[in-house]
Every structure is written in structure tokens, then in C-alpha cells.
């Protein structure tokens, strides 16, 4: 059983910044497969974010391209993302997850996965 745990969550004004965590358990080695960060709202869908793959290549939603940053630390085990000019609407509870594969599937983005995080609040005020 893979567990995912992230940290950096909290509050800040718009234009501010955060860095959220995803640290891995179990055994489960990063580098090896995909993974990707995703947010729901209250109200809404669970959406796609950033993912990142075995190599590196990263993918991320139309709404963050230029803000948001995916990144990993295959010594440390996890994976971030870096949140600049945070705006209210990027208010969610944020997850990360990952698929058993070395590349992300087209489907991952649309919120499937195979193990999830528990999730981490990001609040944003104007």
C-alpha cells in the first residue's frame, strides 16, 4: 500500500505564494512513475493541475500555466508545487496522486488515479 502525504497548505493573500509537498511511503520510489496534483473546490469537480512524469516532462491545466511549477526530488521522495500569483479561484483543497505508469496517461488528468493523498487546504483572500 502506497501512502502520499501533503503539507504546505494554508492561507495568504492574493499574489502571495505557496509550496505544497508530497512525500511518498511504503516503498514507493517517485522516480519511477507518474504523478500529478489536482484541487476540488467546494462545489466543484475534482481538476487536473500539473502532473509530471518518469523523465520529467510536466503538463499543466490552461488556469495555472505560468504560476504553478511541478517539480520532484527523487532523493527525497517528492514531489512539489511551487504556487506563485495565487489568486482566490485557486482556492481548493489540493491532492496529490499517482498512476502506475512511467508516463501519464491522457485519463490521469481527469482525476483518475491509483492512490491518492488525504489532501492539503489552500485558502486565497483578495
Known amino acids: 500500500q502506497v501512502q502520499l502525504v501533503e503539507s504546505g497548505g494554508g492561507s495568504v493573500q492574493a499574489g502571495g505564494s505557496l509550496r505544497l509537498s508530497c512525500a511518498a511511503f511504503s516503498g514507493y520510489t517517485y522516480s519511477n512513475y507518474c504523478m500529478g496534483w489536482f484541487r476540488q473546490a467546494p462545489g466543484k469537480e475534482r481538476e487536473g493541475v500539473a502532473t509530471?512524469?518518469?523523465?520529467?516532462?510536466?503538463n499543466y491545466a490552461d488556469s495555472v500555466k505560468g504560476r504553478f511549477t511541478i517539480s520532484k526530488d527523487n532523493r527525497k521522495n517528492t514531489v512539489y508545487l511551487q504556487m506563485n500569483s495565487l489568486k482566490p479561484e485557486d482556492t481548493a483543497t489540493y491532492y496529490c496522486a499517482t498512476v502506475l505508469f512511467d508516463q501519464c496517461p491522457n485519463w490521469f488528468f481527469g482525476g483518475r488515479a491509483t492512490y491518492w493523498g488525504q489532501g492539503t487546504q489552500v485558502t486565497v483572500s483578495s
Open positions: 509530471i512524469e518518469r523523465d520529467g516532462t510536466t
